[in-house]
């Protein structure tokens, strides 16, 4: 059964677990989630589960629904994927056992925060970036040579050695350290080389479904990977 956190200024506010085929999000009472913020219009959005994938559905909605710092429409979500809507912040879990349209946004006061701002112009960059290069792509941050690389091919390696595909920093790092490997419509890292050495938004994996937005670390080499469509 699915869960979803609700939290805000980073403390969980309420904890959503439901068996309905459909919830709403949004300002009025009569939501199954109520957001009780200006920024929020009265219908935001919508999530409908089945057995297969649970999707968001945004209304519409004045300001706007991010999954994963991204502008949507429509998403399928992935376990742990962050919604931002408004001032609020809602964490999807697969698995509970884990600790209308149009005039929707009648009344609705336009975000002008700095962080609304901010996402709104990093995720046009990204969408940019995506669109030109017709895949996902792994952005250069810290300690690398690579600026843009294009995840163009089934299995892209990350390591020391000369064959990798991206060569990465650290002087205890393997020759061979990770690997992204595509997997149906999602990529995967995956650390074949020494323990500890491969990292996503700061926790040590062997095996990581990489969503939109998450840091990468390979050594001292740290990466940001931007999901494109396939």
């Known amino acids: 059964m699915p869960e979803i956190l609700v939290k805000f200024e980073d403390r969980v506010i309420e904890r959503v677990v439901t068996e309905k085929k459909r919830i709403s999000i949004g300002r009025t009472p009569d939501n199954d989630i109520v957001l009780d913020n200006r920024g929020v219009s009265r219908k935001h959005a919508q999530i409908e589960f089945n057995d297969s994938s649970t999707l968001i559905i945004d209304n519409e909605s004045l300001n706007g629904t991010f999954v994963n710092n991204r502008k949507v429409t429509e998403e399928i979500l992935k376990d742990n994927d962050i919604i931002t809507i408004g001032k609020f ?13 149009g005039d929707n ?10 962080k609304q701002k901010e ?9 940019e970036i995506i669109s030109k290069a017709g895949t996902s792509v792994l952005m250069g941050e810290d300690q690398t040579d690579v600026h843009q690389y294009r995840i163009s091919r089934p299995v892209v390696t990350l390591g020391k050695a000369d064959f990798a595909n991206i060569k990465v920093r650290g002087f205890w790092v393997s020759g061979l350290q990770a690997k992204i490997v595509e997997e149906d419509t999602s990529h995967v890292l995956v650390n074949v080389g020494k323990k500890g050495k491969t990292k996503v938004n700061g926790e040590d994996v062997d095996r990581c479904v990489l969503k939109n937005d998450d840091l990468i670390q390979v050594g001292k080499s740290v990466f940001r990977y931007l999901e494109g469509k396939k």
Do not use: C, N, P, W
């Open 89 to 101: 912040t809602l964490i999807y879990h697969r698995d509970a056992s884990r600790e209308g349209q």
């Open 105 to 114: 946004f009648e009344g609705t006061m336009v975000l002008h925060t700095k």
């Open 119 to 127: 996402l709104i112009e990093k995720d046009k960059r990204e969408k």
